[in-house]
């Protein structure tokens, strides 16, 4: 598989030590919800990573509808609700051009090939991880970090992804150690558990009170 092309253009990006670790946990949030901050706090923790970047995408190319609200207002409620010293609001998708999470790990490991960066996902997810543009091209580049997620347990564990990669997993208790660890590697999270979901909140703001 080629590797992702990845625009000449440049964006700024938040200033990190080189050696520091980074997780970086994309999506549309349309809208935030507190699972995804839940799936944030544990990944900051388990993995005592040194930043969180939130990566607000301009869309998702697997769903048909665009987002609710434009870029500049959901990263605006990312900041708002998503408030942490150690966490920083990106949205260099739409500046780059680029539409696919490969060619935005592949851009970022270019521009800072001394920082520890770890893929950060939702267990719920996981399981059609396989249907994203040059998902094992993620998976080999950087290490994935799955969080745990109401109902999502089992479909995570037993998705294409994790038994293309299930001789690269690390034990929950070695989740520290995953940006440290040559990709691929992976590991499955556990921790609190929020039942909320971005399609469920969007679902009640368009039943007729």
């Known amino acids: 598989m080629l590797p992702p ?15 520091q670790s980074v997780g970086l946990y994309g999506g549309s949030f349309d809208p935030i919800h507190d699972g995804h901050l839940l799936v944030a706090e544990r990944a900051f923790a388990a993995l005592q990573l040194d930043w969180v970047w939130w990566l607000v995408t301009p869309g998702n190319p697997l769903k048909a509808h665009e987002p609710s609200n434009d870029l500049a207002a959901r990263m605006e409620a990312v900041r708002q609700q998503g408030r942490h010293p150690r966490r920083k609001v990106l949205g260099i998708e739409e500046p780059l ?36 543009n040059a998902w094992r091209t993620i998976a080999e580049q950087v290490p994935i970090a799955v969080i745990d997620r109401p109902g999502s347990r ?26 440290r660890t040559r990709a691929p590697a992976w590991s499955f999270v556990r921790g609190p558990l929020s039942p909320l979901s971005s399609s469920a909140l969007r679902a009640q703001r368009t039943v007729p009170s």
């Open 5 to 19: 092309r990845y625009p000449p253009r440049r964006v700024a990006l938040p200033c990190v030590g080189p050696g």
């Open 97 to 132: 051009g680029v539409r696919y999470s490969a060619d935005t790990v592949a851009y970022l490991r270019a521009m800072r090939p001394d920082v520890r960066f770890v893929w950060v996902m939702g267990a719920d997810n996981v399981a059609s991880f396989h249907r994203w």
């Open 154 to 179: 089992h479909a995570s564990l037993s998705s294409p992804f994790a038994q293309t990669y299930r001789d690269r997993r690390l034990d929950s208790a070695d989740a520290a150690l995953l940006s």
